[in-house]
T-cell receptor, first 115, second 113 residues
């Protein structure tokens, strides 16, 4: 099956700086790559996603880039704020989904934004 | 609209005890699933269901049972709890198997002593 690796496991940045989290995947059939944000004591929440026919997608201060050839995708957060502090998970999926494991998740990145 | 509701939030069990983690969604979602979250291992799929009466195993199903008698509810049963089942459990749902967006509950933190 798919194997998703995520780096770094922890990341500290000063408020206002940028943060970058990187993921690699192994299955060339994967075509959908969501990113989830998990705040303390809560469940993960989808913040942005990208499909394999797109190289970059932006939503205000967050952006995701995808390099299909190298099988890696990244989350970029600009002008970080203390409320960006959370654990971020990447995932890979083959859509349309048929059976078995729908999403393969990375191991998470704990982001701390220092005021 | 409450979304995905999980109960209890916290639970402590002794080895060998059984219990049921409850999950309910009020969004009329066809697809429901259970994940466990362990440090350094991300989210791993335990069981999933693509509709009432249909369930299947995920990546780590051993020691767990599920059933789906209604669209709304998808309980997870621990048959005989073991310390290796100490984890945070998340229920997640999506509109259908072909709709990618997963909605997660707030989780159940389980400790097995």
């Amino acid at each position: 099956g798919e194997n998703v690796e995520q780096h770094p496991s922890t990341l500290s940045v000063q408020e206002g700086d940028s943060a970058v989290i990187k993921c690699t995947y192994s299955d060339s059939a994967s075509n959908y790559f969501p990113w989830y944000k998990q705040e303390l004591g809560k469940g993960p929440q989808l913040i942005i996603d990208i499909r394999s026919n797109v190289g970059e997608k932006k939503d205000q201060r967050i952006a995701v880039t995808l390099n299909k050839t190298a099988k890696h995708f990244s989350l970029h957060i600009t002008e970080t704020q203390p409320e960006d502090s959370a654990v971020y998970f990447c995932a890979a999926s083959t859509q349309p989904y048929n059976t078995g494991n729908q999403f393969y998740f990375g191991t998470g990145t704990s982001l701390t934004v220092i005021p | 609209n409450a979304g995905v509701t999980q109960t209890p939030k916290f639970q402590v069990l002794k080895t060998g005890q059984s219990m049921t983690l409850q999950c309910a969604q009020d969004m009329n979602h066809e697809y429901m699933s259970w994940y466990r979250q362990d440090p350094g291992m991300g989210l791993r799929l335990i069981h999933y269901s693509v509709g009432a009466g249909i369930t299947d195993q995920g990546e780590v199903p051993n020691g767990y049972n599920v059933s789906r008698s209604t669209t709304e509810d998808f309980p997870l049963r621990l048959l005989s709890a073991a310390p290796s089942q100490t984890s945070v459990y998340f229920c997640a749902s999506s509109y259908s198997r072909s709709n990618e967006k997963l909605f997660f509950g707030s989780g159940t933190q389980l400790s097995v002593l």
